[in-house]
């Protein structure tokens, strides 16, 4: 029988580039990709030295090949913002350089620098390093800026109050072009009425119809010109829509995933999700007729101005419409708003409902609870159908309210108008033009009142956008990784408490203890006794409240975060397996391991076998159906496997015997010998097997260490408190 291949990879360049930065073999790189060749030596001529780790996590993940966007992108993540030049290399100043130069025609060129009179590049496309005193050549240059200090890994600096409006400013320009191009349509929009005036009051009336042709010919010109720039606008709409979702998304998504753990366990996934969907509000708002009707609103007052000059008097009816709006509106949409608020909440509550089964399933068939647990389903549908009909008679009659009252004005400006008209104060051309006019006026406030509630739904997502940017980010840009990469796997624990909010009781109240490089110690202790809170502080989940934590001498307080985390090997008590291969799962922890490293771990893991007899090795896709019939054994030792990747020399474990079988647990307890002596081990458990393991072991009772000593006297002493 053939053995499979561990690793079989499809040909895209961010997977060969990530395996010559982990094998330092980057010399022989080269791809045909002219930017995906360009990368290595722009970040060299940029003086970037950072980790290879982090241009690895960089990479795009599912891009065959590096484009510009890529590239750029690959850039901006690790410090470095890029704007583009139209300019040619002669003309290029010499403080500009280095530059990504894309001519013309297509050529991509690395511009290194003057020197001495000659321009030095790189050619992609030739993979060659040249001179020449003269390069001559048209096109764009992509000019790069260091964006911080520490290489894009400093968000920890608290922004405005206003991000949102800080973000804005980014589309100044594109804003003020929407709105030139907004007044032009409006003043064609303009146009229009005035010409069917002179058509009636001139054409018509002076019998002059050598005049018509010219006066078709210039409308047929401005409603063209109209279409036209509807077009431009709805264009540029969609981009500036487009480019704020990207940006807004990927901010939010990026704050949401580096705050501290303790700011987003409390909530629910259901809630979570929820934050993230109302968010997308603000792009519904861009890309709907909602930013269109804002664009139009300023000009509404242009429109009663030439009303007025026109009608006198009449111009007070659209004016009386309008104050009319805004009373209507200030008394109706706050019930319209209470009742969204209900719809809303009856939604989110069904949704929790739904994936609280879709999770727990084959628990509630096990327990027998389908009929609670459908009558609990039935009553959220029933409130959430009653929210929505009453909501959507709500609208209704807003809707009809306000057809009614724009109906009223016309009829109204109709009436008087024509008794303007039989008095001689206004020509019947000018009555048409008004009453085209008056629409003009009425069709965007009305839909302006209709969109309110989407107006306020977008306000209060980009307050809560504002909010969420306020958090302050646990990520800091220091070059703590350099020197935890040199630990030697000392902890002291030192009089540490803490509790998830005012109103709970402390979860730790003054424990203390060390560990020693190399040495195994086992914590033990009643549910909720505080054992696995203790071990995810060691792991710089959460920051102690009072006392400190240390390793080798150094408190994690002052430390990056995110350097501390990879400094540690940490399985948790719940196995997660994400969406992609085994390979890139177990990477998830060190980026830099090779096709070796990873093989090696699944070997000192024990897992090495079940992995190659599967039907694609270490490539085998892992999904929810997928983990869903995979033993549990083997998505712990999966778990395990992912800790061994790293170099770290702390390895903390929180309850792993959970869900092993018997067979699995003796590997477990093997792998333990093995690995005692070699690593500082930390280990939450309740099975006295593994205690015995332990140099030493300690008992936590209600958040405080209450014995620390040999594991057969702690486990004697939680027997006799269990008895």
Request: proline share 5%; hydrophobic share 45%; charged share 20%.
């Given at each position: 029988?053939?053995?499979?291949?561990?690793?079989?990879?499809?040909?895209?360049?961010?997977?060969?580039?990530?395996?010559?930065?982990?094998?330092?073999?980057?010399?022989?790189f080269?791809?045909?990709?002219?930017?995906?060749?360009?990368?290595?030596?722009?970040?060299?001529?940029?003086?970037?030295?950072?980790?290879?780790?982090?241009?690895?996590?960089?990479?795009?993940?599912?891009?065959?090949?590096?484009?510009?966007?890529?590239?750029?992108?690959?850039?901006?993540?690790?410090?470095?913002?890029?704007?583009?030049?139209?300019?040619?290399?002669?003309?290029?100043?010499?403080?500009?350089?280095?530059?990504?130069?894309?001519?013309?025609?297509?050529?991509?060129?690395?511009?290194?620098?003057?020197?001495?009179?000659?321009?030095?590049?790189?050619?992609a496309?030739?993979?060659q390093?040249?001179?020449?005193?003269?390069?001559?050549?048209?096109g764009?240059?992509?000019?790069?800026t260091?964006?911080?200090?520490?290489y894009?890994?400093?968000?920890?600096?608290?922004?405005?109050?206003?991000?949102?409006?800080?973000?804005?400013?980014?589309?100044?320009?594109?804003?003020?072009?929407?709105?030139?191009?907004?007044?032009?349509?409006?003043?064609?929009?303009?146009?229009?009425?005035?010409?069917?005036?002179?058509i009636?009051?001139?054409?018509?009336?002076?019998?002059?119809?050598e005049t018509?042709?010219?006066?078709?010919?210039?409308?047929?010109?401005?409603?063209?010109?109209?279409?036209?720039?509807?077009?431009?606008?709805?264009?540029?709409?969609?981009?500036?829509?487009?480019?704020?979702?990207?940006l807004?998304?990927?901010?939010?998504?990026?704050?949401?995933?580096?705050?501290?753990?303790?700011?987003?366990?409390?909530?629910?996934?259901?809630?979570q999700?929820?934050?993230?969907?109302?968010?997308?509000?603000?792009?519904?708002?861009?890309?709907?007729?909602?930013?269109?009707?804002?664009?139009?609103?300023?000009?509404?007052?242009?429109f009663?101005?030439?009303?007025?000059?026109?009608?006198?008097?009449?111009?007070?009816?659209?004016?009386?419409?309008?104050?009319?709006?805004?009373?209507?509106?200030?008394?109706w949409?706050?019930?319209?708003?209470?009742?969204?608020?209900?719809?809303?909440?009856?939604?989110?509550?069904?949704?929790?409902?739904?994936?609280?089964?879709?999770?727990?399933?084959?628990?509630?068939?096990?327990?027998?609870?389908?009929?609670?647990?459908?009558?609990?389903?039935?009553?959220?549908?029933?409130?959430?159908?009653?929210?929505?009909?009453?909501?959507?008679?709500?609208?209704?009659?807003?809707?009809?309210?306000?057809?009614?009252?724009?109906?009223?004005?016309?009829?109204?400006?109709?009436?008087?108008?024509?008794?303007?008209?039989?008095?001689?104060?206004?020509?019947?051309?000018?009555?048409?033009?008004?009453?085209?006019?008056?629409?003009?006026?009425l069709?965007?406030?009305?839909?302006?009142?209709?969109?309110?509630?989407?107006?306020?739904?977008?306000?209060?997502?980009?307050?809560?956008?504002?909010?969420?940017?306020?958090?302050?980010?646990?990520?800091?840009?220091?070059?703590?990784?350099?020197v935890?990469?040199?630990?030697?796997?000392?902890?002291?624990?030192?009089?540490?408490?803490?509790?998830?909010?005012?109103?709970?009781?402390?979860?730790?109240?003054?424990?203390?203890?060390?560990?020693?490089?190399?040495e195994?110690?086992?914590?033990?202790?009643?549910?909720?006794?505080?054992?696995?809170?203790?071990?995810?502080?060691?792991?710089?989940?959460?920051a102690?409240?009072?006392g400190?934590?240390?390793?080798?001498?150094?408190?994690?307080?002052?430390l990056?975060?995110?350097?501390?985390?990879?400094?540690?090997?940490?399985?948790?008590?719940?196995?997660?397996?994400?969406?992609?291969?085994?390979?890139?799962?177990?990477?998830?922890?060190?980026?830099?391991?090779?096709?070796?490293?990873?093989?090696?771990?699944?070997?000192?893991?024990?897992?090495?076998?079940?992995?190659?007899?599967?039907?694609?090795?270490?490539?085998?896709?892992?999904?929810?159906?997928?983990?869903?019939?995979?033993?549990?054994?083997?998505?712990?030792?999966?778990?395990?496997c992912?800790?061994?990747?790293?170099?770290?020399?702390?390895?903390?474990?929180?309850?792993?015997?959970?869900s092993?079988?018997?067979?699995?647990?003796?590997?477990?307890?093997?792998?333990?010998?093995?690995?005692?002596?070699?690593r500082?081990?930390?280990?939450?458990?309740?099975?006295?097997?593994?205690?015995r393991?332990?140099?030493?072991?300690?008992?936590?009772?209600?958040?405080?260490?209450?014995?620390?000593?040999?594991?057969?006297?702690?486990?004697?002493?939680?027997?006799?408190?269990?008895?």
């Open positions: 029988m053939t053995t499979p291949p561990v690793f079989e990879r499809p040909p895209i360049v961010s997977e060969r580039l990530a395996e010559a930065l982990r094998t330092d073999n980057t010399d022989e080269h791809d045909t990709s002219p930017y995906a060749a360009c990368l290595l030596p722009l970040l060299r001529e940029l003086g970037w030295n950072n980790y290879a780790r982090d241009l690895i996590e960089a990479l795009p993940h599912f891009s065959e090949q590096i484009d510009l966007i890529d590239l750029r992108n690959i850039l901006v993540t690790l410090g470095y913002d890029s704007s583009p030049l139209k300019t040619d290399i002669h003309s290029l100043q010499d403080e500009l350089y280095p530059a990504l130069f894309i001519s013309n025609g297509g050529k991509v060129l690395l511009l290194q620098g003057k020197r001495d009179g000659l321009i030095y590049y790189y050619d496309q030739t993979n390093y040249e001179s020449t005193p003269k390069l001559r050549l048209k764009t240059a992509y000019l790069f260091d964006s911080n200090a520490s894009g890994n400093n968000p920890t600096d608290v922004p405005g109050d206003d991000w949102f409006g800080n973000l804005l400013q980014r589309f100044q320009k594109m804003i003020i072009h929407l709105l030139g191009m907004t007044f032009v349509i409006n003043l064609v929009a303009l146009l229009v009425p005035i010409f069917i005036m002179v009636y009051d001139k054409v018509i009336g002076a019998k002059s119809a018509l042709p010219f006066l078709i010919s210039g409308v047929t010109i401005l409603l063209i010109t109209d279409l036209g720039l509807r077009f431009l606008r709805a264009k540029l709409l969609g981009i500036t829509a487009g480019r704020l979702d990207y807004i998304g990927n901010e939010t998504f990026k704050r949401m995933l580096y705050l501290p753990p303790l700011y987003t366990e409390r909530s629910t996934v259901a809630a999700l929820s934050r993230l969907k109302q968010f997308d509000s603000v792009r519904d708002f861009f890309t709907g007729p909602s930013a269109a009707v804002a664009l139009e609103l300023p000009f509404v007052a242009m009663l101005i030439v009303i007025g000059i026109l009608g006198g008097p009449l111009a007070l009816i659209p004016l009386g419409m309008v104050m009319a709006f805004i009373i209507l509106g200030l008394i949409i706050p019930v319209i708003n209470t009742r969204i608020l209900r719809a809303g909440k009856a939604r989110t509550d069904k949704q929790r409902i739904i994936m609280q089964t879709v999770a727990g399933r084959k628990e509630i068939k096990a327990i027998g609870g389908e009929t609670v647990w459908w009558e609990r389903f039935r009553e959220n549908s029933g409130e959430a159908v009653l929210a929505n009909y009453q909501t959507f008679l709500s609208n209704n009659l807003m809707n009809n309210l306000a057809q009614g009252l724009m109906t009223f004005s016309g009829v109204a400006v109709l009436a008087i108008g024509t008794m303007q008209v039989i008095n001689g104060e206004i020509t019947i051309g000018a009555l048409i033009a008004i009453m085209a006019l008056v629409w003009r006026v069709s965007p406030l009305q839909s302006a009142f209709l969109s309110f509630s989407k107006f306020q739904q977008a306000l209060k997502a980009i307050k809560q956008i504002n909010q969420l940017m306020r958090l302050r980010n646990e990520r800091k840009g220091g070059k703590s990784g350099l935890l990469s040199k630990l030697k796997g000392n902890i002291r624990i030192d009089r540490v408490s803490f509790r998830y909010g005012p109103d709970r009781d402390p979860a730790l109240l003054g424990a203390s203890f060390e560990v020693k490089a190399g195994m110690i086992a914590i033990t202790g009643n549910t909720g006794s505080g054992k696995s809170t203790l071990i995810k502080m060691i792991a710089g989940m959460y102690p409240q009072a400190s934590i240390s390793m080798d001498n150094m408190d994690l307080r002052q990056n975060a995110m350097d501390l985390r990879r400094a540690v090997a940490y399985v948790p008590q719940q196995t997660h397996m994400f969406h992609g291969s085994i390979a890139q799962n177990i990477r998830l922890n060190n980026s830099l391991a090779t096709d070796e490293d990873i093989r090696a771990a699944a070997m000192e893991a024990g897992v090495l076998e079940e992995i190659l007899a599967l039907p694609h090795g270490f490539e085998t896709r892992l999904g929810d159906t997928v983990i869903d019939h995979m033993p549990p054994g083997f998505l712990r030792s999966l778990s395990m992912r800790a061994f990747v790293s170099p770290a020399k702390i390895l903390l474990l929180d309850e792993p015997g959970a092993l079988d018997l067979e699995s647990d003796n590997r477990f307890i093997e792998q333990l010998k093995r690995l005692k002596g070699n500082s081990i930390v280990m939450v458990s309740h099975r006295p097997s593994h205690i393991l332990a140099d030493k072991a300690v008992l936590m009772e209600q958040g405080t260490v209450i014995h620390i000593g040999p594991p057969q006297e702690v486990i004697a002493l939680t027997l006799e408190k269990s008895a």
